[in-house]
């Protein structure tokens, strides 16, 4: 199972390299352009997923169901980026985690989240002025 991973990592590392460098500009004006953290990220996550498939010792693997967890999760919050917006959804995804699957009280969770989530809108929306992608429900 981990050869899988690090195969299917690989080739996420490879779509990162060519976006780096085709579609992106790398170097622009003696600096580094849109391209260049993808690349490098790509580059970095390339060498560590070889790494890992050559250094695998292929010990059976034991699957267990909570290992999805973070994959439907993550995907689950992606695809309600498109209808909630960046920040419910992100509010929804903490809360839901904490309560879900680290097992913390309603209140406990929802003042992690709702703070968290805060503490992002005032960075990255009202301090730098980023725009962040809003859903059908407009927040």
């Known amino acids: ?32 352009g849109s391209g260049f953290i993808p690349l490098i990220a790509g580059l970095v996550l390339a060498v560590f997923t070889l790494n890992i498939f050559i250094k695998n010792d292929k010990k059976p ?29 992100i509010a929804i995804f903490i809360i839901a985690w904490l309560i ?9 969770a929802s003042i ?11 960075i990255f929306k009202i301090s730098l002025k980023v725009p962040l992608p809003e859903g059908f429900v407009g927040f």
């Open 100 to 108: 879900i699957v680290e097992k913390y009280s309603t209140l406990r």
């Open 1 to 32: 199972m981990t050869r899988v991973i690090s195969i299917l990592l690989f080739i996420v590392a490879l779509f990162f390299i060519h976006q780096g460098w085709f579609n992106y500009t790398f170097w622009e004006n003696n600096a580094p």
């Open 112 to 122: 992690y989240g709702i703070t968290t989530t805060s503490v992002i809108y005032i």
């Open 61 to 89: 693997f034991g699957f267990v169901k909570k290992q999805l967890y973070p994959f439907i999760g993550s995907l689950i919050m992606i695809i309600s980026i498109y209808v909630l917006g960046m920040i419910l959804s």
